[in-house]
């Protein structure tokens, strides 16, 4: 079954400590992965996605088809960092697209 | 943020009473999607509309009805069969397969 697994439900960092957010698929097929945020009291957003290879507000993430993994990463982590963030895998079945979301991770980014 | 709108933003329903959430885009997007939010859960699939009067089940469609009468419009009803209705419901929208999903600012359903 088409699964995406977020394995750490909070992460508590310090301002300008790396953060590593954690994002496993299970899917046969050629995967698109995303990554979603959303900060407080906004819409959920889309942060980066894995097609386009860029880094968005200093955070990368790389797909590992070997590993089955897309985390998310950033060096030096900010406070405005603090949000949820979801990672999310595209299927296509029958013709219809649709994402799959993990179950999210909180980070905190402390000051 | 504009382009997608729900209402309304807070929804409070007796049980036994149906309820209608609304979602209305104008992005001209082909596709709409109805989440469920909860703690813990992360967001889980109700139903979702490719193209004007068509739509499929998601993964818990059970309880929930959808219509697709128009591009703009994907209105969700929580039906008095859905054993547990109390949750934080998002409508979201994109243009093709592969797209960014864009969402609307949610809708937040409390059964009384």
């Known amino acids: 079954a088409q699964r995406v697994t977020q394995p750490e439900k909070l992460l508590s960092v310090f301002k300008g400590a790396p953060v590593e957010l954690k994002c496993n698929y299970s899917y046969s097929g050629s995967p698109e992965l995303f990554w979603y945020v959303q900060y407080s009291r906004q819409r959920l957003q889309l942060l980066l996605r894995h097609i386009s290879r860029e880094s968005i507000k200093g955070f990368t993430a790389d797909l590992n088809k070997g590993e089955t993994s897309f985390h998310l990463k950033k060096p030096f982590a900010q406070e405005e960092d603090s949000a949820m963030y979801y990672c999310a895998l595209s299927l296509t079945q029958g013709g219809s697209e649709k994402l799959v979301f993990g179950k999210g991770m909180k980070l905190t980014v402390n000051p | 943020d504009g382009g997608i709108t729900q209402s309304p933003k807070y929804l409070f329903r007796k049980e036994g009473q149906n309820v209608t959430l609304s979602c209305e885009q104008n992005l001209n997007h082909d596709a709409m999607y109805w989440y469920r939010q909860d703690p813990g859960q992360g967001l889980r699939l109700i139903y979702y509309?490719?193209?004007?009067?068509?739509?499929q089940k998601g993964d818990i469609a059970e309880g929930y009805s959808v219509s697709r009468e128009k591009k703009e419009s994907f209105p969700l009803t929580v039906t008095s069969a859905q054993k547990n209705p109390t949750a934080f419901y998002l409508c979201a929208s994109n243009q093709f397969r592969g797209d960014t999903q864009y969402f609307g600012p949610g809708t937040r359903l409390t059964v009384l």
């Open positions: 509309s490719q193209i004007v009067n068509d739509f």
